[in-house]
């Protein structure tokens, strides 16, 4: 990071705006669309959209990502807590609006899967997410089934790395290739 980039302390109220505007819309939009396929959704029946691009299949997962810890439901709140704890320490001091977006997409897709994990049955902190897109096939035949909240995680995550490899900081600075100072023939001799 070049001496003139020195980040400013505290955050940027529109880095945080559009973090928090981010959560509000993935967690409303991931709980509609949950309610609209558990109440027109029926298990057994998916339906085929886009030509059998998309297929809306009703499905409960108890685990994570293709099911994975389905025996063990109650540690994914956890993690989500912890998730949220560190995202919102992270929001004490920042200040990129893009690192706004990634928090925000991932923060509100955890927030969204963690509702169900609290509310949904079979009780609080082993509720199974409800999960209904699958692509190139019903219930998960070609890729794992999801929903809106995991496409939100997936997003945030592939922005954050994209935002780390090209050296965007989460307070505002960008870090650059700084080229080495040469020495001049007359400091060598001296």
């Keep these: 990071m070049n001496a003139e980039e020195k980040a400013t ?4 109220p529109r880095a945080v705006a559009v973090l928090a505007a981010t959560v509000v819309v993935a967690v409303a939009v991931d709980q509609w669309t949950k309610h609209l396929s558990t109440e027109n959704l029926v298990p057994g029946e998916p339906v085929r959209i886009l030509g059998g691009l998309v297929y809306l299949s009703l499905l409960r997962n108890s685990g994570a990502a293709f099911s994975l810890g389905s025996d063990y439901t109650w540690i994914f709140p ?3 807590f912890v998730v949220v704890g ?5 929001t004490l001091r920042l200040r990129s609006v893009p690192w706004g977006l990634s928090l925000g997409l991932v923060l509100g897709g955890a927030i969204g899967n963690l509702i169900d994990r609290l509310f949904r049955a079979p009780g609080p902190l082993h509720g ?4 209904m897109i699958s692509v190139f096939g019903p219930y998960g035949e070609k890729f794992a089934v999801f929903n809106i909240a995991d496409s939100c995680l997936t997003v945030g995550v592939v922005l954050a790395v994209v935002l780390e490899l090209t050296g965007r900081q989460r307070d505002g ?3 650059t290739k700084e080229k ?7 400091e060598e001799t001296a």
């Design 9 to 12: 302390p505290g955050f940027a």
């Design 86 to 90: 560190v995202i919102g320490w992270m």
């Design 173 to 175: 600075t960008r870090l």
């Design 78 to 80: 956890l993690i989500t």
């Design 128 to 131: 199974h997410v409800v999960d």
């Design 180 to 186: 080495p100072v040469e020495k001049s023939t007359s």
